[in-house]
């Protein structure tokens, strides 16, 4: 079935580009998402990428897709403490209801 | 911004009760979902909701789920005997009439049975 895999934990200093890498699974996706979960709080989104896009640019967020690997990544442009939260990558599969499958979330620390 | 709200934040219920969670989605929003997340393992799709029907659900949507649409503004998910393994954040979402727009979620409920 499908499946969509995000590393655990990354963390870096504030300033720095933070890059959070997924994989998927499924040969049709349409639509790929980044949400972001702080503590105690919902999934918020962040951005999204059409297939057939490559990247995606909005203010410090960086979106790229490599469609022929499935790899996604999400890159955050001089990182804040504000930033630290989990971040999950979705694969929304359009053919069966429109459900999304989600990564298990990287944890994305950022230390002063 | 509009947004999906969620009520209760927090249930907590004996097991084999029954319990019902509340979401009133985005207004102008067709499509409804629920999902949930067990504690340290990933968010997991229940069910998708369109036109007054259940288009697609999980294999953990069994009979003892259901979910309704009981006015114009309300969705809700109904657990019928609720089992210890049914602890999770539950989230509810929505999306607009496209159907193909991204999903917005709500705070989540999180129901602990006991």
């Known amino acids: 079935g499908e499946d969509v895999e995000q590393s655990l934990f990354l963390s870096v200093r504030e300033g720095d580009s933070s890059v959070i890498n997924c994989t998927y699974t499924?040969?049709?996706?349409?639509?790929l998402y980044w949400y972001k979960q702080e503590p105690g709080a919902g999934l918020q989104l962040l951005t999204y990428?059409?297939?057939?896009?490559d990247m995606k640019q909005d203010q410090r967020l960086t979106v790229l897709l490599n469609k022929k690997d499935k790899h996604l990544s999400l890159r955050i442009a001089d990182t804040q403490t504000g930033d630290s939260a989990i971040y999950f990558c979705?694969?929304?599969?359009?053919?069966?209801?429109?459900?999304?499958?989600f990564g298990q979330g990287t944890e994305l620390s950022v230390k002063p | 911004e509009p947004e999906v709200t969620q009520t209760p934040s927090h249930q907590v219920t004996q097991m084999g009760q029954e319990v019902i969670l509340r979401c009133v989605p985005i207004?102008?929003?067709?499509?409804f979902y629920w999902y949930r997340q067990i504690l340290g393992q990933k968010v997991e799709f229940l069910v998708s909701?369109?036109?007054?029907?259940?288009?697609?659900k999980s294999e953990i949507f069994d009979d003892q789920f259901s979910v309704e649409r009981p006015d114009g503004s309300n969705f809700t998910l109904k657990i019928r005997s609720t089992k210890l393994e049914d602890s999770a954040m539950y989230f509810c979402?929505?999306?607009?009439?496209?159907?193909?727009?991204?999903?917005?979620f709500g705070d989540g409920t999180r129901l602990s049975i006991l």
């Open positions: 979402a929505s999306s607009d009439p496209g159907g193909r727009q991204p999903q917005h």
């Open positions: 207004s102008n929003h067709l499509y």
């Open positions: 979705a694969d929304a599969i359009y053919n069966q209801g429109g459900k999304l499958i």
């Open positions: 909701f369109y036109n007054n029907e259940i288009s697609e």
């Open positions: 499924d040969s049709s996706s349409t639509y």
């Open positions: 990428i059409f297939s057939n896009m």
